[in-house]
């Protein structure tokens, strides 16, 4: 093939926006072809809400169905180039997921500790088919964290530490935002985002200012991050020492990133509140049959905490708001099997199928 329509290609996130990243020439060059994500309108439940123009970014695109790729390729990359052999994380799922896979790519040991029973069973397996050593401990994400910052910190051999603590992950979910601000032609009015861990408000406050300062985009947007009712440490002002919500992905009690996204939301003029699981899995289950967008239970938070101010009447009807879905549905089988209705079974007969479907 000609060398001129090669550079016609799908460009490299990383190389689309190299000048806000922490790369150098002798960083290696790594891609499993993340971030460029949809913005999509959401037109039905929009209408619904009075809402003229809503949006979802849809991170489920990503090579292992998450947001996470975007700090991980950063993070590995780093890696490799100080020359690490392994990799560790904790992992509510789409972390471990992500490591795993970009581990795989750069030839590293990948090692996770997840807390046991309590991972999707989809994130479960995209670790372990791609080879990372899974560790399943007794007790809840935090403790999980707790035990590989320690062992990260004491191994005798070099292994790098890839949660969202690694600066570099920040760095590299930063581009989500540039991609929200080069869709729309500026920064949207209003940011929603479920919150867990608190990194990704916090990487998407960091890469709207970034932007703007590079005078790429105009505004800033406000932060709205939502929490699960029974996993709110930040709500609450105080750490939750069993958190329990149907959104395993965000199930946290003690978010490592707690002051940089109480900072977002302050300096943003945002807000950071709880949603309910019935609310969350309402959102869920109106993207998937309305928009026809199936993501992971703990991404609709987002749109369960707009639907909740809309309905409150605490938001602009024309203002531009973006809600992050940060997973694809994909990943949690389980609960998309309870909320679905039995399979309808016929002969192979058109008359059989158009009896069972009542026509
Ligand atoms: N949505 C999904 C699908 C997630 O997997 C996470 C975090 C979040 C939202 C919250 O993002 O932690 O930056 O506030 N998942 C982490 C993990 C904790 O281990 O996969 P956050």
């Known amino acids: 093939m000609p060398a001129a329509q090669l550079g016609r290609g ?23 072809g993340e971030g460029f994500t949809p913005l999509v309108r959401l ?62 790519a750069a030839g590293l040991e990948v090692v996770v500790v997840l807390p046991r029973g309590q991972i999707a069973a989809g994130k479960l397996l995209q670790a372990q088919v791609t080879g990372a050593r899974v ?12 035990v590989v910052r320690e062992l990260a910190e004491s191994a005798s051999h070099p292994i790098t530490l890839v949660n969202s603590v690694n600066p570099f992950r920040l760095e590299g979910q930063k581009t989500a935002a540039f991609e929200v601000c080069d869709d729309l032609g500026r920064a949207p009015e209003i940011l929603a985002i479920p919150v867990g861990n608190a990194g990704n408000i916090s990487a998407y406050w960091a890469g709207f200012r970034d932007y703007q300062a590079a005078g790429l985009s105009a505004g800033l947007p406000r932060m709205f991050g939502f929490q699960a009712a029974g996993a709110a440490p930040i709500v609450l002002g105080h750490r939750v020492e069993a958190p ?30 709880a949603v309910s ?50 997973g694809s549905g994909l990943k949690d089988p389980t ?25």
């Open 43 to 104: 037109g039905r439940i929009g209408q619904d809400l009075g809402l003229a123009n809503l949006y979802a970014k849809v991170e489920g695109q990503n090579p292992t169905g998450s947001f996470k790729d975007r700090g991980m390729v950063v993070a590995v990359s780093k890696a490799l180039e100080a020359g690490a052999r392994a990799l560790i994380c904790a992992s509510t799922g789409n972390t471990s997921a992500s490591a795993a896979a970009y581990g795989a």
């Open 335 to 359: 609960t998309a099997a309870a909320s679905v209705g039995e399979l309808l079974v016929a002969e192979p007969t058109a008359a059989a199928v158009t009896a069972i479907l009542g026509w």
């Open 135 to 146: 560790v399943a401990v007794e007790g809840n994400f935090d403790l999980a964290l707790r």
């Open 244 to 273: 329990e919500t149907i959104a395993s992905a965000i199930r946290i009690g003690d978010p490592a990133s707690w002051t940089k996204a109480t900072a977002a939301r302050d300096e943003s003029d945002g807000l950071i509140e």
């Open 10 to 32: 799908r460009p490299r996130l990383t190389e689309r926006y190299r000048e806000f990243l922490p790369l150098t020439d002798s960083t290696p060059v790594l891609t499993l």
């Open 277 to 326: 699981d019935d609310e969350i899995l309402a959102a869920w289950r109106d993207l998937a049959r309305l928009e026809g967008i199936f993501c992971e239970p703990s991404s609709a938070a987002s749109l369960a905490g707009i639907r909740r101010l809309s309905n409150e009447g605490r938001l602009e009807r024309d203002a531009t708001t973006v809600c992050v879905l940060t």
